[in-house]
Each structure stands twice: as structure tokens, then as C-alpha cells.
């Protein structure tokens, strides 16, 4: 059992959440992940570790609410437990002190940004952070990477905060001024997202890190169900990443697996609005 | 009731039929199949065996369990002994006597299989297992060990750990079992399906070892929540035994494409997180009226006869060899077929063909013919010509093999491997580190449970020996 020690809502429908973990927190790197269970007869999936304290024996998770189990996660209540939280998993993110580096980050994957963002500047990066989000609600951590970055640029695509648009427009900016282009680029986000960024960093050959999401089961290597083609060889994201060369990665396929279950999620999804729906009745 | 019975009428009594649910309703539930021996079965069936001094039998099973002697207490219906003898031997005799595959280990060896039907001692071995899980007043009683004050960290939670784990158990030894899964029992729980191996089983053998006070703790994996370093620091001795979990890919065509899957992940998606089984299960799967699934295992059998309980109207097996290379147990591939799972021989699949919108639509095919021996004894099949064709498919299942998980064994750089990533360990286990021993399929590679279980015995065995010097 975990239990849960604070519970703020960050943004719409994303939540922040400390856990009592002190295994993992000692052990965990920037761009490990866990996967978590919240109770018997529920799913398991992949969050990353937002942040560690190794002293309180904590780890905080950023998760945003999205379809059937995260929504229940993060309905527990501080106090509460959740079943079984494993990790950390996943390879560790490479840090060394590239010099200037752009860290892009799209919806949910601002929070999986945020750890590494903080590796980097702790290894003395020069960090131009570019967040982005649909509106002004739903951008997130924009204090915390701001105090980690020597520039911030915000992006929504209704223009209700920053400039109006698309992450890939300041860095498209970045990469052609060559006084500003970075030495390396980190993207997590949606994956039509890192794709747009892999191909505007591929002609230059800037090296674009990025962290996938493909649906996972156990974590340890064991089920072979996330993985995804980069290059010429079939990876187990689990194990063998998240991270990867985002310009050797099969994004369309990756994009194509995640909706194996769309249709199973739904029926779930709206299982739980109508469970929601008749307890708000009551 | 007698058991002097005379060796002409012993030669007499028939091998018993197991009773089994009817195929057209079980392929629809996940209910056992082998309902188990009644009491009168059990004791006609024990009175086929002679009681042979060469005992041939004991020979065939790897873990040498005293086969006369607990079949000639079960003849004279002495239950409480038969179980006394059982488990002297064989720590998880309820799972072996439903899974082993006895036709080629202690019943291959049984002197009345030479002229018709060897003795069901499978059947047999279960029958006492299950009379001494629902009779645990009518057992003899074990004396609790002295603690010896010694500590035995023990990896991965399937036969080769709980073996082990309960034989140290046994000499007074304070023994953790750590765990990467939320539950206990490995590919006993994960991988071989409740129609075969009820899950209560496998509960009721760890509920024993944490009566002996074994520690379990689930959700650690080694190599990533603690390392093994770090075990051999906090403990004075460590067993590793994670298996083998890494599922090998085909390397073909559209083994990417929605709908296919390695057969580790559809067996986890339903025995592990009950996808399928429950109405309301919150882990996923796919339903598809054309399944086919690759290889001819124990696994293949399992993903097969699983995929038709969830639905499919052609369940098929496509393995390259013909039946009688099968390493599947005897007694699965009679159920599959009973249940209408079709088997498509000499067939070797060589490309998954996608629909416009990126499912499988079917599974390219090429026949195969068995030509001369290879290095394993069987005949290596060879592809015939011109011979391609396409097997509709709605979901792929490759189901041909697993090897080490290099999880672990990667942030154990002194712990010497082979070259397919197997730890490399002595006959009583020990590996390369002082202290720390492996055991089942991380060393073996996909072996079978009994061989697990006798590595995680031995092993203990030698960490007793181990740490009492
Ligand atoms: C390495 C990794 C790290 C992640 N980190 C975070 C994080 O820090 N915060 C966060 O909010 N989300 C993170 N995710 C995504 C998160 O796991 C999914 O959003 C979640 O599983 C959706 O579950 P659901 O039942 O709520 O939604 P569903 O309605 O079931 O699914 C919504 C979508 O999520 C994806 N998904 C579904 N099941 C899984 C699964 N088992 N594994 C992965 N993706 C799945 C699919 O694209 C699906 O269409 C991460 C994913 C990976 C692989
Ligand atoms: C589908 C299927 C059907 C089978 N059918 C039969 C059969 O009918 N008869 C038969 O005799 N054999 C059968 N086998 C083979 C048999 O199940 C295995 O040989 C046996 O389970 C091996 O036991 P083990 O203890 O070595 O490993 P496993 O059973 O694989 O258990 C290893 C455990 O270690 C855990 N683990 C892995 N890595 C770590 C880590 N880093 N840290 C902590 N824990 C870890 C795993 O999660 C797992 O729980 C079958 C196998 C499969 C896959
Ligand atoms: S453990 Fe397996 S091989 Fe040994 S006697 Fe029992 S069923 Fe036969
Ligand atoms: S070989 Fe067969 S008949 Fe002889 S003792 Fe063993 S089980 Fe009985
Ligand atoms: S999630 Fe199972 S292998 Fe990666
Ligand atoms: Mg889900």
C-alpha cells in the first residue's frame, strides 16, 4: 500500500499527487517511470516520476485525469492508498552538459518534461523551456520550469496565454537563428507533437530526444506489448526506453498501437461518467 | 479398505478416466477441465500400481518423489501418510500432479506403461494434494524450526522462489521473497490459465509459506527497486530465480500491427489482470472470431484454448513441424482439439497482413515438409515452394518461446551469464558471487515447473549448507 499525501489539481483534470514510495524515491533517476495499480481488479499503467525526496521517502506524480484509471487514481483522497506502485522503471534519461538546449514540453508530457528539465539544469544546461496547451487552463508547471530555465515561451493554441499557436513555432525560430539553436533538443508530448519536432530538427541533425508512450502491462520487459519500431529494430519501450532518437522513431506506428483499445476504453469511460453521473443524482 | 490385492489383480483394474467438463461448455468458461478423481477412483487406480523394487518411475521425475509409497498409502486409503510422503518431496504437489507433463518424465518410466497403460500417477499426485489442502486438520503436523538468525533474500515469486523459499523456511531460516509482479506465483499465475491451474491453488501454497513466516513483498524488482548488490549487503544469502520472461519476436512483417500479440501479453492481459473474465475487468483485450495463434507449446495450447473461451469461432494453431514434434503435453493437445481448436500443421507463418486501417487481416502462410534430423533429434521442417498462402486472421498470437529477461541480470555485472543470457550456476546453483545462487528457467531457459522446483530444493539444500559453515 502507498499512501497518498497530498492531492492538488493543477490544471483541468490533471492532478499532482505525492506518494509515500521510500524505495523508489531513493532509487529513481530523471526519466524513470512506475507502474501503478490502484486496487485489486484494476488496470495497470505507466506514470512517470514527476519528482523524488529521497529524505521523506516521496514520490510525486502528475496525472492527467483521461479516461477510466486515471481518473479513479486520482479521486483518492489524501490519506487514501493506492494498491501497488512498482519502479522505478525505464532506462535512465542521458544528462550531460550539452550547453544550450531546448526542452519541449504538450499537455501531460509538461509534467514527464519537468524531471528532466530539472537533470538538465542541474548539469549546468542553458534551458529554453517551450510549453504549449490548447488554452490557458491547460498549460501546467510554468512557475516551476520557469525557475529552472533561462527562458520560458508559453504557447495556446486559442492565444489566451503566450503566443497563439504551436510549440513547433518558437522552436522553429530557435533552430534557424544561429545564435540561438540548440545543441539538443528533448520533446515529450502528444505524439503528433514529437513528430513535428523530429522533422524539424532531423535536416539540421540536432540531437531530439524523445520520451514515448505506448501502452504498457507489466513494465519489466516480459509482455513485448509497448513495443515500437526505432530504426531497423523492434524496442520495448519499458526497457529499452521511454526515451529514444526521436529521429530513428516509427511515430505513425506508435500513434496507430496507442488506439488498439479505443473503442473498449470508451465503453469504460462512459461506464464511469454514468457511475459519476448517478452518484451526483444521489 | 484392503490394498492385498494379488499382482494378476492389480494387472486387471483399467487406467481410470479422468472426469472432465463436457468440451462444448467448458470452451466457453474458464472452469477446470480435469474435475479431479472420485475417492474410489483414486484407490482403484493407486491398486494398478505393482510396487516394483526398481522403482522406474521414481527415476523419471526430477525431483525423485517416493511415487511407491505414497501411492501405496493412498491404495489403503491412508490419506494423512500418502500426503506426508508427497510433500516430504515435492513442495507444490497440487500444481504438479495438474501440470507436469508426465507422459515423458515419471509415468514415461512406469513398468505397466510397457504392455498398455502406465499408472495415472499424475492424477494420483493431485488427488492427495487436493484431499490435504481440504483436510489440513487431518495432517501430521510439522514441528516449527528453531531460527537459525540467518536471513535469505529470495527473487521472483514463481515454483523456483516458493520452492526454495519453503525448504528454507523449513531449516529456520528468516526468508523475504521479493517480487516485480503485484501477485505471487510467476507463470503459474501470469501465464498457465485457470482452466488448468485454479488460481486458488496457487493462493492456498502461499498462504502455507506465510504461516511458516516467509516474507512476500510484491511491487520490488531487482536490478531496479533494489539491486542485487544491495541484497547480498542486507541478507547472508540470496536465490535468484526471475525466469524467464522475455518473449522472442518473429521478426516478420506487420508483427506491429494491432492485433498481434506476444503470447506473455495475452495470457497476462487475462489470467493476470482477468481481461475477458470478468464483465466489468478494467484491463482491455481483443475479441476476434479468427485467432491464430503460432507455435506448438504448453504456451500455444494455453493462448488457443483461451482465445476460443473468449470467443473465437476458429481458434487455430499454425506450428511448423507436425503433431508428433509437439512439446505440448499430451493431455492439452487432446483438450484443445475436443474444444474445436483447429491445428494447422507443417505451416509456417511469414508475414502478418494488414487491413487500410492498420489490424491484421490474415496471416501469411508457407507448408512446410520434414526433412532430415537436426541437432535436437527432430526432423527440421523445410518450406515448400510455391506453397504461400493467406489464413484469415483477426488476431496473431506468436506463442514461440521465451528467454532471459536481462532486467536484473544488467545492474549485476560479476554474476557470469552464457551466451543466451542465462546465469550460469553449479549443480547446487551456486553462481559466480559467493552467496548468491539462481535457479529455474534464468538459468534452465523455458524448462518446466517440476525442474524449477528441484532447483529452488537444491538450492536451498546448498544455502543451508551455506550458511551453517
Ligand atoms: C512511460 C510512460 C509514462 C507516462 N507518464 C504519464 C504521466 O506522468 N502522467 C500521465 O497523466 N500519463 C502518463 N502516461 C500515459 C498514461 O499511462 C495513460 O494516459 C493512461 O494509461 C490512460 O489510462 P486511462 O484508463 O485513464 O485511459 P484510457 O481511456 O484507458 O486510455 C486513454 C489513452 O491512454 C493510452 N493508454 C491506455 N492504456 C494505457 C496503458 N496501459 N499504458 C500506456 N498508455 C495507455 C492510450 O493511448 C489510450 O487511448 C505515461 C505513459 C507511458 C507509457
Ligand atoms: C503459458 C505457459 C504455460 C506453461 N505450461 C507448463 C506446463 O504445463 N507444465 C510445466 O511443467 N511447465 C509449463 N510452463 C513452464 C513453467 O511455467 C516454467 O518453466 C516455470 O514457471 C519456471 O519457474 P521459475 O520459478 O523459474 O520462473 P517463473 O515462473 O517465470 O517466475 C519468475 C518470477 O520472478 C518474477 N521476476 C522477474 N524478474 C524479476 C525481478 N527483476 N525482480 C523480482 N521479481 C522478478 C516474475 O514476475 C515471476 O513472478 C509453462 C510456461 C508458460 C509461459
Ligand atoms: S512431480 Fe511431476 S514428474 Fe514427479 S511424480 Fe509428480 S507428476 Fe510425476
Ligand atoms: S513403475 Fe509404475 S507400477 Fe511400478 S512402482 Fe512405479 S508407478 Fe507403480
Ligand atoms: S510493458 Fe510489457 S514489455 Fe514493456
Ligand atoms: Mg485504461
Known amino acids: 500500500m502507498f499512501e497518498v499525501v497530498s492531492n492538488e489539481i493543477l490544471a483541468e483534470n490533471l492532478h499532482k499527487m505525492v506518494l509515500v514510495a521510500p524505495r523508489i524515491a531513493r532509487a529513481r533517476k530523471a526519466g524513470q517511470f512506475v507502474m501503478v495499480r490502484l486496487a485489486q481488479g484494476e488496470e495497470r499503467i505507466p506514470l512517470t516520476i514527476g519528482d523524488a525526496d529521497p529524505e521523506a521517502g516521496t514520490i510525486t506524480l502528475f496525472i492527467q485525469a483521461i479516461g477510466a484509471s486515471t481518473r479513479k487514481i486520482v479521486d483518492t483522497p489524501v490519506g487514501g492508498s493506492i494498491r501497488d506502485v512498482a519502479g522505478p522503471l525505464g532506462k535512465e534519461t542521458h544528462i550531460t552538459n550539452w550547453g544550450r538546449v531546448a526542452c519541449v514540453g504538450g499537455g501531460v508530457g509538461t509534467a514527464v518534461l519537468f524531471p528532466l528539465v530539472k537533470a538538465l539544469a542541474e548539469a549546468g544546461n542553458e534551458i529554453t523551456t517551450i510549453i504549449g496547451g490548447r488554452s490557458s487552463r491547460y498549460v501546467i508547471l510554468a512557475d516551476e520550469l520557469g525557475a529552472l530555465s533561462k527562458n520560458l515561451l508559453i504557447t495556446t493554441e486559442d492565444g489566451s496565454l503566450g503566443s497563439k499557436g504551436f510549440v513547433t513555432g518558437p522552436l522553429g525560430e530557435m533552430i534557424a537563428d544561429p545564435a540561438c539553436a540548440p545543441k539538443a533538443v528533448f520533446a515529450v508530448g502528444p505524439v503528433p507533437m514529437m513528430k513535428a519536432v523530429a522533422n524539424m530538427t532531423r535536416e539540421p541533425g540536432i540531437e531530439t530526444i524523445v520520451s514515448l508512450n505506448p501502452i504498457m502491462i507489466d513494465g519489466t520487459g516480459m509482455c513485448g506489448g509497448c513495443r515500437v519500431q526505432v530504426g531497423s529494430e523492434t524496442k520495448f519501450a519499458c526497457v529499452d526506453g521511454p526515451e529514444f532518437d526521436a529521429h530513428l522513431v516509427d511515430f505513425d506506428g506508435l500513434s496507430d498501437r496507442l488506439t488498439s483499445y479505443r473503442k473498449e476504453e470508451a465503453q469504460r469511460h462512459a461506464a464511469t461518467d454514468c457511475k459519476i453521473a448517478k452518484e451526483v443524482a444521489k | ?469
Open chain 2, 1 to 469: 479398505m484392503s490394498n492385498d490385492l494379488s499382482p494378476k489383480e492389480r494387472m486387471a483394474i483399467e487406467r481410470v478416466h479422468m472426469p472432465e467438463l463436457p468440451a462444448d461448455e467448458r470452451s466457453k468458461n474458464f472452469e477446470e477441465v480435469n474435475q479431479g478423481l472420485t475417492p474410489e477412483q483414486a484407490v482403484a487406480e493407486a491398486q494398478r500400481c505393482l510396487q516394483c523394487k526398481s522403482r522406474n518411475c521414481v527415476a523419471g521425475c526430477p525431483v525423485g518423489v517416493s511415487i511407491p509409497e505414497f501411492i501405496d498409502a493412498l491404495a489403503s486409503d491412508d490419506l494423512p501418510r500418502a500426503a506426508q510422503v508427497l510433500r516430504g518431496d515435492n513442495a507444490l504437489p497440487a500444481v504438479c500432479g495438474r501440470v507436469c507433463p508426465q507422459e515423458t518424465q515419471c509415468e514415461a518410466l512406469c513398468v505397466r506403461g510397457k504392455k498398455g497403460d502406465a499408472v495415472a500417477i499424475g492424477y494420483l499426485e493431485r488427488y492427495v494434494a487436493d484431499w490435504a489442502m481440504q483436510h489440513p486438520e487431518g495432517l501430521i503436523a510439522i514441528e516449527a524450526p528453531e531460527p537459525t538468525g540467518k536471513s535469505v533474500a529470495v527473487v521472483g515469486c514463481g515454483p523456483a522462489g516458493l520452492t526454495a523459499a519453503g525448504e528454507l523456511a523449513r531449516q529456520g531460516h528468516k526468508v523475504t521473497i521479493f517480487e516485480a509482479l503485484h501477485d505471487t506465483g510467476g507463470v503459474l499465475r501470469y501465464g498457465i490459465p485457470e482452466f488448468r491451474l485454479p488460481k486458488e491453488i496457487i493462493d492456498r501454497e502461499v498462504a502455507v509459506l506465510s504461516r511458516m513466516g516467509v516474507t512476500i513483498e510484491c511491487n520490488v524488482i531487482i536490478g531496479k527497486t533494489l539491486t542485487i548488490p544491495q541484497l547480498r549487503s542486507e541478507f547472508d544469502a540470496v536465490f535468484i530465480a526471475n525466469g524467464a520472461g522475455l518473449p522472442t519476436m518473429l521478426n516478420i512483417m506487420g508483427e506491429n500491427l494491432k492485433g498481434v500479440y506476444a503470447a506473455n501479453e495475452f495470457l497476462t492481459r487475462v489470467n493476470l489482470m482477468e481481461a475477458g473474465r470478468r464483465a466489468d475487468s478494467s484491463t482491455p483485450i481483443l475479441q476476434r472470431d479468427e485467432v491464430a495463434v503460432i507455435g506448438g507449446g504448453n504456451t500455444a495450447m494455453d493462448c488457443v484454448r483461451t482465445a476460443r473461451r473468449l470467443g473465437a469461432k476458429r481458434a487455430m494453431i499454425v506450428y511448423r513441424r507436425s503433431e508428433t514434434e509437439m512439446p505440448a503435453r499430451v493431455e492439452e493437445i487432446k483438450h484443445a482439439k475436443e474444444e474445436g481448436v483447429e491445428f494447422i500443421m507443417l505451416t509456417a507463418p511469414i508475414a502478418i497482413v494488414p487491413t487500410e486501417d492498420g489490424w491484421v487481416s490474415a496471416l501469411r502462410c508457407q507448408k512446410m515438409e520434414l526433412g532430415p534430423a537436426d541437432d535436437s533429434g527432430r526432423r527440421r521442417p523445410q518450406a515448400i515452394e510455391g506453397s504461400e498462402f493467406d489464413l484469415p486472421a483477426g488476431i496473431v498470437i506468436n506463442a514461440v518461446g521465451t528467454s532471459a529477461n536481462p532486467l536484473l541480470t544488467a545492474t549485476a555485472p560479476d554474476l557470469t551469464l552464457n551466451k543466451w543470457g542465462n546465469i550460469v550456476a553449479d549443480e547446487e546453483g551456486e553462481t559466480s558471487i559467493p552467496g548468491v545462487f539462481a535457479g529455474g528457467d534464468i538459468v534452465r531457459g523455458g524448462a518446466t515447473v517440476i525442474l524449477a522446483m528441484g532447483d529452488g530444493k537444491r538450492a536451498a539444500a546448498a544455502i543451508d549448507k551455506y550458511l551453517k559453515r
